[in-house]
T-cell receptor, first 112, second 111 residues
Framework: GQNIDQPTEMTATEGAIVQINCTYQ??????LFWYQQHAGEAPTFLSY????GLEEKGRFSSFLSRSKGYSYLLLKELQMKDSASYLC?????????????FGTGTRLKVLA | SQTIHQWPATLVQPVGSPLSLECTVE??????LYWYRQAAGRGLQLLFY??????ISSEVPQNLSASRPQDRQFILSSKKLLLSDSGFYLC??????????FGPGTRLTVL
């Protein structure tokens, strides 16, 4: 079956570092994506991994291990505006075109 | 640059009424387009996707339908809404890496 698991909620302090984990089991794999979604708004694209390793983009980094079906999103120097839900999604090409399977998201609360 | 529009932003409809949500994309041609629904406390559920005019793939059997009458227009419809159709409806298009760029969404409440 198709399954993506993320923790439901995390709390961290302003200025700290937080790691949000994502594990996946899908029929096929052609990329893992992270999105940020503030309450009441649409998700916005953060990062994309298709090969194993770390991708860094400013304060945000994303890691992928395809053999373990595992990814994490690392947020450094947390700011209050980082309070949001973070969605992990896998692109599954087994249908012949690109379908995306989303996790339910991790709600991150950043405390002052 | 590419822009995606959705309307209306919010909608309150009675059970059994029809629905039409519209999505248009600017700044790109022949995009892959997607409709998602996000129900309270649940993940994004892919409803439909389209790789071209008149080409619609349905992911979840239900009382919704989609159409793509023009290259950059994607419409979500229903003849009779159910209570379970309430949710946040998002249109998206696929970028360079087929990452999803989402429109602002329509929040639908069915009473």
């Amino acid at each position: 079956g198709q399954n993506i698991d993320q923790p439901t909620e995390m709390t961290a302090t302003e200025g700290a570092i937080v790691q949000i984990n994502c594990t996946y089991q899908t029929s096929g794999f052609n990329g893992l994506f992270w999105y940020q979604q503030h309450a009441g708004e649409a998700p916005t694209f953060l990062s994309y991994n298709v090969l194993d390793g770390l991708e860094e983009k400013g304060r945000f980094s994303s890691f992928l291990s395809r053999s373990k079906g595992y990814s994490y999103l690392l947020l450094k120097e947390l700011q209050m505006k980082d309070s949001a839900s973070y969605l992990c999604a896998v692109r599954d090409p087994t249908s012949g075109t690109y379908k995306y399977i989303f996790g339910t998201g991790t709600r991150l609360k950043v405390l002052a | 640059s590419q822009t995606i529009h959705q309307w209306p932003a919010t909608l309150v409809q009675p059970v059994g009424s029809p629905l039409s949500l519209e999505c248009t994309v600017e700044g790109t041609s022949n995009p892959n387009l997607y409709w998602y629904r996000q129900a309270a406390g649940r993940g994004l559920q892919l409803l439909f996707y389209s790789v071209g005019i008149g080409q619609i793939s349905s992911e979840v059997p239900q009382n919704l339908s989609a159409s793509r009458p023009q290259d950059r227009q994607f419409i979500l419809s229903s003849k009779k809404l159910l209570l379970s159709d309430s949710g946040f409806y998002l249109c998206a298009w696929g970028g360079q890496y087929n990452e999803q760029f989402f429109g602002p969404g329509t929040r639908l409440t069915v009473l």
